[in-house]
């Protein structure tokens, strides 16, 4: 049953991206703000699909967290969930993630849509000057950037070693950082086919100020502080 439920999600999701990218094509014209919620109600309509169906929910601590500024979400990253779910809690957002993605048809293309910061991780180097250059772009313009800075996605029991891009980004900019984790890689996993029903926890965590400190003292507190929540969330056993 688990796998009938996620095959019919996934065709949901697969067509409600096609309709979905037509109407950003079509209002490609209008501002950025007309073009954010097309793509919102994509998140939307797939997270509230994932519950109908799957019997997939979650539940959100600290989102009283959430400063009034474009600001740097630094999460863990276990899933796609992640992904859709974070245009639902926060404002308008830019995700950073590897240009391959690009190239995805219709998903792809949504994706472009919400201007990401597109890198090529073979160049690291340049990489990391085109991540912090337009990190600052986008915040400036009132844009959230998403980082995920494990820089692929893990199993919940193995996070993995934080890079410091995100960091980088706030200590040139000075825009706060705002934490979260996550345990969504329990019922939707990695790389994986079936979305499992339960209940996903995500906690926002207080912002963290860049000034004063350290990009290794920044990285570190952002670090510190998810795996601490990462450790106290549920774990479930497949």
């Known amino acids: ?11 949901g999701q697969i067509l409600s991206a096609i309709v979905v990218d037509i109407a950003v094509i079509l209002v490609l ?3 950025d703000r007309i073009r954010d919620r097309v793509i919102s109600s994509w998140a939307r309509f797939n997270i509230w699909t994932l519950r109908i169906i ?4 979650f539940r959100l601590q600290g989102r009283e967290n959430i400063p009034d500024e474009p600001s740097i979400i630094l ?9 859709l779910c974070f245009q639902l809690i926060f404002p308008p957002l830019s995700f950073v993630l590897k240009r391959q993605l690009l190239w995805i048809p219709f998903f792809g293309w949504g994706l472009a849509a919400q201007r990401p910061i597109a890198i090529d991780r073979s160049q690291k180097v340049r990489a990391l000057d ?6 600052k772009e986008r915040l400036a313009a ?3 950037l998403v980082i995920y800075p494990e820089g692929t996605r893990m199993p919940p029991d193995a996070p993995g070693k934080f890079q410091a891009g995100g960091a980088m980004i706030a200590s040139k900019s000075g825009a706060p950082i705002v934490p979260v984790a996550h345990n969504a890689g329990n019922f939707w ?18 912002p963290i100020q860049p000034e004063g400190n350290k990009v290794r003292e ?9 795996k601490d929540t990462l450790a106290g969330l549920p774990r479930v056993n497949r």
């Open 189 to 206: 996993p990695r790389n994986g086919f079936l979305k499992y029903p339960g209940t996903i926890d995500i906690v926002i965590g207080p």
């Open 218 to 226: 920044i990285n570190d507190a952002v670090e510190g502080w998810i």
């Open 54 to 57: 799957c019997g997939l929910d």
């Open 142 to 144: 009132g844009r959230w």
């Open 75 to 83: 999460s863990n990253h276990q899933s796609a969930w992640e992904t």
């Open 130 to 135: 085109q991540l912090i250059e337009q990190g």
């Open 29 to 31: 014209p209008f501002p």
């Open 1 to 11: 049953m688990i796998a009938l439920r996620s095959l019919i999600y996934l065709l």
